[in-house]
């Protein structure tokens, strides 16, 4: 049994996971499909957004389910899921510059909303990624928790960049993976307001 949690609670599994969907990913890639890199603009997209996701939710899912350690056992891990969510926003990136070419870069394309959104939310991502390691915690101490905040503004055009897909047709997709998230922020500022007020009774 502890051989099996060591294996577990392993940085390498835990990696190994996140790696997991980026296999098929990249064996499209190595079809002679002339549309495999503007099919996997989707599914890297989208797992960004999930990992963004999973980790913004944790902590106000360990406030909700205090005694479950689940939660616990993923906060230890929340920066690597942050991390995770880069490098597909980047994969994402990337492979949006490889299809469309030198048209990514005119007024046209850049202008339109949902262009916009995602070269936004993305560009918030690179600070984030970038100062995720221990050395830069502890260089910016307090300010490192005030850059994390801007998690939330990426996270909002994430979702705008997502729903304004298609003239607005990924917006149900969109729907479902963020309103969870929605819910569980909305129970985190509640709970917060809730305790400053009995703090404050209490004085």
């Known amino acids: 049994m502890s051989a099996l949690k060591t294996f577990f609670n392993s940085p390498y599994t835990f990696w190994a996971i996140l790696t997991l969907p ?75 510059l490889v299809d469309e070419g030198a048209v990514a870069f005119t007024g046209s394309e850049i202008s339109q909303f949902y262009i916009w959104t995602g070269w936004l939310a993305f560009l918030i991502f690179v600070p984030l990624a970038f100062t995720s390691t221990d050395g830069w915690v502890r ?12 998690t939330y503004g990426a996270a909002v055009l994430t979702l705008f960049h997502w729903a304004a897909l298609h003239e607005w047709g990924g917006i149900g997709a969109a729907l479902v993976h963020f309103v969870p998230l929605g819910a ?20």
Do not use: C
């Open 139 to 150: 260089k910016l101490g307090t300010r490192w928790k005030t850059l994390q905040r801007f």
């Open 22 to 96: 980026a296999i098929p990913l990249a064996l499209g890639l190595t079809s002679n499909d002339p549309e495999a890199v503007h099919q996997l603009l989707h599914p890297t997209g989208e797992f960004a957004a999930r990992f963004m996701i999973i980790a913004m939710m944790i902590t106000p899912l360990m406030m909700l389910f205090k005694g479950w350690r689940g939660p616990r056992w993923l906060m230890k891990r929340r920066r690597y899921l942050g991390v995770a969510a880069f490098i597909y926003a980047a994969a994402h990136t990337i492979l949006y």
């Open 184 to 203: 569980l922020e909305a129970y985190r500022v509640s709970y917060n307001i809730k305790r400053r007020r009995l703090r404050a009774a209490a004085v």
